[in-house]
T-cell receptor, first 113, second 119 residues
Framework: AQTVTQSQPEMSVQEAETVTLSCTYDTSESNYYLFWYKQPPSRQMILVIRQEAYKQQNATENRFSVNFQKAAKSFSLKISDSQLGDTAMYFCAFMFGTYKYIFGTGTRLKVLA | DTEVTQTPKHLVMGMTNKKSLKCEQHMGHRAMYWYKQKAKKPPELMFVYSYEKLSINESVPSRFSPECPNSSLLNLHLHALQPEDSALYLC??????????????????FGPGTRLTVL
Protein backbone atom coordinates (compact mmCIF):
# COMPACT_ATOMS: atom_id res chain seq x y z
CA ALA A 1 0.00 0.00 0.00
CA GLN A 2 1.13 3.53 -0.70
CA THR A 3 1.42 5.90 2.23
CA VAL A 4 2.38 9.53 2.67
CA THR A 5 3.60 10.79 6.04
CA GLN A 6 3.94 14.35 7.21
CA SER A 7 5.45 14.25 10.67
CA GLN A 8 5.03 17.94 11.54
CA PRO A 9 1.37 18.73 12.35
CA GLU A 10 2.12 22.41 12.98
CA MET A 11 4.98 24.78 12.30
CA SER A 12 5.59 28.48 12.57
CA VAL A 13 8.15 30.75 10.97
CA GLN A 14 8.97 34.42 11.17
CA GLU A 15 8.23 36.54 8.16
CA ALA A 16 11.18 36.62 5.69
CA GLU A 17 12.72 33.49 7.22
CA THR A 18 13.08 30.06 5.63
CA VAL A 19 11.13 26.98 6.67
CA THR A 20 11.24 23.36 5.57
CA LEU A 21 8.25 21.03 5.66
CA SER A 22 8.99 17.31 5.59
CA CYS A 23 7.23 14.52 3.74
CA THR A 24 8.07 10.85 3.38
CA TYR A 25 6.29 8.26 1.37
CA ASP A 26 6.28 4.55 0.86
CA THR A 27 5.69 2.86 -2.46
CA SER A 28 6.83 0.01 -4.65
CA GLU A 29 5.90 1.96 -7.77
CA SER A 30 8.72 3.09 -10.03
CA ASN A 31 6.84 5.78 -11.90
CA TYR A 32 4.99 8.37 -9.86
CA TYR A 33 4.58 12.06 -9.19
CA LEU A 34 4.83 14.09 -6.03
CA PHE A 35 3.07 17.33 -5.22
CA TRP A 36 2.81 19.96 -2.55
CA TYR A 37 -0.58 21.59 -2.28
CA LYS A 38 -1.47 24.60 -0.18
CA GLN A 39 -4.88 25.10 1.40
CA PRO A 40 -5.28 28.60 2.90
CA PRO A 41 -8.00 29.33 5.44
CA SER A 42 -10.38 30.13 2.52
CA ARG A 43 -10.11 26.40 1.77
CA GLN A 44 -9.30 26.36 -1.96
CA MET A 45 -6.51 23.85 -2.59
CA ILE A 46 -3.74 25.26 -4.79
CA LEU A 47 -0.78 23.49 -6.34
CA VAL A 48 2.54 24.79 -5.00
CA ILE A 49 5.04 22.56 -6.76
CA ARG A 50 5.30 19.16 -8.45
CA GLN A 51 8.08 16.65 -9.08
CA GLU A 52 8.31 13.70 -11.45
CA ALA A 53 10.00 10.74 -9.78
CA TYR A 54 12.14 10.00 -12.85
CA LYS A 55 13.73 13.45 -12.68
CA GLN A 56 16.73 13.83 -10.41
CA GLN A 57 16.72 17.59 -10.54
CA ASN A 58 14.78 19.20 -7.71
CA ALA A 59 11.82 21.31 -8.76
CA THR A 60 11.71 25.01 -7.94
CA GLU A 61 8.96 27.60 -8.24
CA ASN A 62 10.05 31.07 -7.19
CA ARG A 63 10.38 30.97 -3.37
CA PHE A 64 9.38 27.30 -3.21
CA SER A 65 11.77 24.43 -3.80
CA VAL A 66 11.86 20.75 -3.00
CA ASN A 67 14.52 18.37 -1.81
CA PHE A 68 13.65 15.09 -3.49
CA GLN A 69 15.57 12.07 -2.22
CA LYS A 70 14.20 9.12 -4.15
CA ALA A 71 16.20 6.40 -2.41
CA ALA A 72 15.14 7.73 0.99
CA LYS A 73 11.56 8.34 -0.28
CA SER A 74 11.68 11.85 1.03
CA PHE A 75 10.14 14.97 -0.52
CA SER A 76 10.56 18.09 1.61
CA LEU A 77 9.36 21.59 0.74
CA LYS A 78 11.49 24.65 1.43
CA ILE A 79 9.83 28.05 1.57
CA SER A 80 12.27 30.95 1.37
CA ASP A 81 11.51 34.53 2.36
CA SER A 82 8.27 33.45 4.05
CA GLN A 83 5.32 35.79 3.62
CA LEU A 84 2.14 36.22 5.65
CA GLY A 85 0.19 34.87 2.67
CA ASP A 86 2.03 31.57 3.02
CA THR A 87 -0.01 30.81 6.15
CA ALA A 88 -1.96 27.70 5.23
CA MET A 89 -2.27 23.97 5.54
CA TYR A 90 0.28 22.24 3.31
CA PHE A 91 -0.42 18.76 1.97
CA CYS A 92 2.13 16.50 0.41
CA ALA A 93 0.54 14.25 -2.22
CA PHE A 94 1.62 11.23 -4.22
CA MET A 95 0.13 10.13 -7.53
CA PHE A 96 0.65 6.79 -9.26
CA GLY A 97 -1.10 4.67 -11.85
CA THR A 98 -4.28 6.20 -13.15
CA TYR A 99 -5.85 8.89 -11.03
CA LYS A 100 -4.82 7.62 -7.62
CA TYR A 101 -3.81 10.59 -5.51
CA ILE A 102 -2.87 10.01 -1.89
CA PHE A 103 -2.50 12.93 0.48
CA GLY A 104 -0.49 13.20 3.67
CA THR A 105 -2.12 14.42 6.89
CA GLY A 106 -0.94 17.97 6.37
CA THR A 107 1.27 20.53 8.10
CA ARG A 108 -0.34 23.70 9.37
CA LEU A 109 2.11 26.54 8.75
CA LYS A 110 1.76 29.90 10.41
CA VAL A 111 3.90 32.82 9.29
CA LEU A 112 4.43 35.33 12.08
CA ALA A 113 4.76 39.05 11.52
CA ASP B 1 -8.79 29.73 -17.27
CA THR B 2 -7.75 27.34 -14.51
CA GLU B 3 -10.95 27.58 -12.53
CA VAL B 4 -13.10 24.84 -11.12
CA THR B 5 -16.40 26.10 -9.75
CA GLN B 6 -18.66 24.42 -7.24
CA THR B 7 -22.20 25.16 -6.17
CA PRO B 8 -23.60 25.65 -3.65
CA LYS B 9 -20.93 26.98 -1.29
CA HIS B 10 -22.88 25.84 1.74
CA LEU B 11 -25.65 23.26 2.10
CA VAL B 12 -27.66 22.22 5.12
CA MET B 13 -29.89 19.20 4.72
CA GLY B 14 -31.90 16.80 6.80
CA MET B 15 -31.35 13.08 6.76
CA THR B 16 -34.42 12.51 4.59
CA ASN B 17 -33.61 15.18 2.00
CA LYS B 18 -32.32 14.73 -1.52
CA LYS B 19 -29.86 17.30 -2.75
CA SER B 20 -27.14 17.63 -5.38
CA LEU B 21 -23.71 19.21 -5.53
CA LYS B 22 -22.47 20.62 -8.80
CA CYS B 23 -18.97 21.04 -10.20
CA GLU B 24 -17.96 22.66 -13.46
CA GLN B 25 -14.70 23.22 -15.33
CA HIS B 26 -13.90 24.62 -18.77
CA MET B 27 -10.25 23.66 -19.03
CA GLY B 28 -10.91 20.75 -21.37
CA HIS B 29 -10.03 18.26 -18.64
CA ARG B 30 -11.45 14.80 -19.13
CA ALA B 31 -10.84 13.52 -15.59
CA MET B 32 -12.94 14.79 -12.70
CA TYR B 33 -12.85 13.86 -9.05
CA TRP B 34 -14.91 14.07 -5.87
CA TYR B 35 -13.16 14.26 -2.52
CA LYS B 36 -14.50 14.41 1.02
CA GLN B 37 -12.56 16.45 3.55
CA LYS B 38 -13.17 16.53 7.29
CA ALA B 39 -11.84 19.39 9.37
CA LYS B 40 -8.05 19.37 9.74
CA LYS B 41 -7.81 16.18 7.69
CA PRO B 42 -6.54 15.49 4.18
CA PRO B 43 -8.95 15.03 1.29
CA GLU B 44 -10.21 11.48 0.81
CA LEU B 45 -10.87 10.34 -2.72
CA MET B 46 -14.46 9.26 -3.36
CA PHE B 47 -14.96 8.99 -7.13
CA VAL B 48 -13.07 9.56 -10.36
CA TYR B 49 -14.59 10.01 -13.79
CA SER B 50 -12.50 9.63 -16.91
CA TYR B 51 -14.02 10.52 -20.26
CA GLU B 52 -17.41 10.73 -18.56
CA LYS B 53 -17.16 7.14 -17.32
CA LEU B 54 -16.80 6.15 -13.68
CA SER B 55 -13.20 5.03 -13.28
CA ILE B 56 -12.77 4.79 -9.52
CA ASN B 57 -15.29 4.31 -6.71
CA GLU B 58 -13.53 4.13 -3.36
CA SER B 59 -16.21 1.96 -1.78
CA VAL B 60 -18.40 4.97 -1.14
CA PRO B 61 -21.88 4.29 0.38
CA SER B 62 -24.71 4.27 -2.14
CA ARG B 63 -26.31 7.31 -0.51
CA PHE B 64 -23.72 9.22 -2.57
CA SER B 65 -24.41 8.94 -6.30
CA PRO B 66 -22.07 10.62 -8.78
CA GLU B 67 -22.98 11.65 -12.29
CA CYS B 68 -20.97 13.08 -15.17
CA PRO B 69 -23.46 14.36 -17.76
CA ASN B 70 -20.77 15.86 -20.01
CA SER B 71 -17.06 16.58 -20.08
CA SER B 72 -17.43 19.87 -18.18
CA LEU B 73 -19.89 18.94 -15.50
CA LEU B 74 -19.81 16.65 -12.48
CA ASN B 75 -22.64 16.16 -10.02
CA LEU B 76 -22.89 14.42 -6.68
CA HIS B 77 -26.41 13.39 -5.72
CA LEU B 78 -27.08 13.03 -2.02
CA HIS B 79 -29.87 11.02 -0.42
CA ALA B 80 -30.54 9.82 3.12
CA LEU B 81 -27.25 11.13 4.45
CA GLN B 82 -26.04 10.71 8.00
CA PRO B 83 -24.69 13.44 10.30
CA GLU B 84 -21.20 11.93 9.95
CA ASP B 85 -21.35 12.80 6.26
CA SER B 86 -21.02 16.46 7.20
CA ALA B 87 -17.78 17.66 5.61
CA LEU B 88 -16.27 19.81 2.89
CA TYR B 89 -16.79 18.21 -0.51
CA LEU B 90 -14.12 19.10 -3.01
CA CYS B 91 -14.23 18.68 -6.75
CA UNK B 92 -11.08 18.54 -8.85
CA UNK B 93 -10.16 18.05 -12.48
CA UNK B 94 -7.09 17.06 -14.47
CA UNK B 95 -6.04 15.91 -17.87
CA UNK B 96 -7.02 12.32 -18.54
CA UNK B 97 -4.44 9.54 -18.65
CA UNK B 98 -3.59 7.47 -21.67
CA UNK B 99 -2.56 10.40 -23.83
CA UNK B 100 0.85 11.65 -24.89
CA UNK B 101 0.68 14.67 -22.65
CA UNK B 102 3.37 17.14 -21.70
CA UNK B 103 4.67 17.28 -18.14
CA UNK B 104 2.43 18.96 -15.61
CA UNK B 105 -0.79 17.67 -17.05
CA UNK B 106 -1.23 15.27 -14.17
CA UNK B 107 -1.84 18.23 -11.89
CA UNK B 108 -5.23 18.41 -10.26
CA UNK B 109 -7.08 21.71 -10.04
CA PHE B 110 -9.46 22.01 -7.13
CA GLY B 111 -12.69 23.89 -6.65
CA PRO B 112 -13.45 25.88 -3.48
CA GLY B 113 -15.66 23.13 -2.11
CA THR B 114 -19.18 22.79 -0.77
CA ARG B 115 -19.54 22.85 3.01
CA LEU B 116 -22.22 20.24 3.77
CA THR B 117 -24.01 19.98 7.09
CA VAL B 118 -26.37 17.08 7.70
CA LEU B 119 -28.80 17.57 10.58
Amino acid sequence: AQTVTQSQPEMSVQEAETVTLSCTYDTSESNYYLFWYKQPPSRQMILVIRQEAYKQQNATENRFSVNFQKAAKSFSLKISDSQLGDTAMYFCAFMFGTYKYIFGTGTRLKVLA
Amino acid sequence: DTEVTQTPKHLVMGMTNKKSLKCEQHMGHRAMYWYKQKAKKPPELMFVYSYEKLSINESVPSRFSPECPNSSLLNLHLHALQPEDSALYLCASSQAKGLALPPGTDTQYFGPGTRLTVL
